[in-house]
């Protein structure tokens, strides 16, 4: 193996390894996020920075349980920011590289300063729900950081239709199915993002688990009163959502052949979204236990994932250039080259 292989393929390592593991960070954080929602655990540090003015909290289980969401964080922010390193060091000519880690690190910077404001004002709710978007947005530059990650330096690109991805280069036409592509993809994102949110409002009024039973609401399509009406509201629009991922993955599985992973990641969507349906039943159906409330969370992010993931893989450019690949890269390769005529002429 040359040096140039070797420098390429440990910095593209370096790369992977940390931007995978700060999607799954950032994917835990949300996660601890939802557990300390659910069990009433968000003001078991009652101050910040500290926690009730000591570094060492004491052990207590909502107090531990708070303070490890705020250890997750650190923990999070530590690893997008040496993701971030690595990509200035070796991937600066790397547009989607760079916007997307840079993105998250500031993602995940405000989250943080929401999340100590979110204490100072004894968990008001908008604070709650903006806390949450940030933090589902940072998960989201994450998973385009993945992709990327794995695109950078690929030798073998799937076969691309241009017809149906528009990113690698900017001369793509645009066709009906191109527009038809963005539109699903555009509208399906913003469902999800909106969905997730409407559902931390559910439960922030206090409206989470007004509605006993599944899937009609006290036996009626249209309950009276306002706590149920919000309530059903929520899983008539978590029903259109569901129609614009379905529509989506029928799209991506379409593609498998010309783009297996976007077909595959199609086929994960759309499981994904179904499995947080049957979550979202049992939640109501075993009495709104905190275990199952936070697995509905979780699953929520999930299926934001595995979206963004179907969105990223279709507009990421299947390869980068040489001047968005290392740095460094062509430098060795001429010395490489010199050296190998220097001792040919020897």
Known sequence: MSRTEEYGRGGRLIFRVLAVASLVAAFAQVTLGGIVRVTGSGLGCPDWPLCHGQIIPPFEFATLLEYSHRLSASLLGVLVLATMIVVLMRYRSNRWGK?????????????????????????????RLLHLGIAEGAVAAL????????RVGAANAESVDTATSNAASADVPDTDDARSVNRL???????VFLLILSGSYIVGAGYGSS????????????????AYIEHMGHRYFA???GLLILAVAYKAWQMRFRMPSVGWSGLLLAASFAAQILVGALTVWLGFTPEIKAIHLSMATLVW?????????????????????????DEIVVADGLSDGLIERA
Not at 143 to 150: D, E, F, H, K, L
Not at 211 to 226: D, H, I, Q, V
Request: glycine share 10%; with cysteine; hydrophobic share 60%.
């Open 99 to 127: 916007r997307s880690v840079l993105t998250a690190l500031i993602l995940v910077f405000v989250a943080a300063i929401l999340g100590g404001a979110t204490v100072l004002t004894h968990l008001a709710w908008w604070l």
């Open 239 to 241: 029903a259109i959502v």
């Open 185 to 191: 993809l555009i509208a399906a994102l913003v469902g």
């Open 305 to 329: 994932i595995a979206l963004v993931f179907v969105a990223g893989l279709v507009y990421v450019p299947q390869r980068f250039t040489g001047s968005e690949q290392a740095r460094g890269d």
């Open 211 to 226: 509605c006993g039973t599944w899937p009609l609401c006290r036996g009626s399509l249209f309950p009276e009163g306002r």
């Open 143 to 150: 998973v385009i950081a993945v992709i990327v990650s794995w």
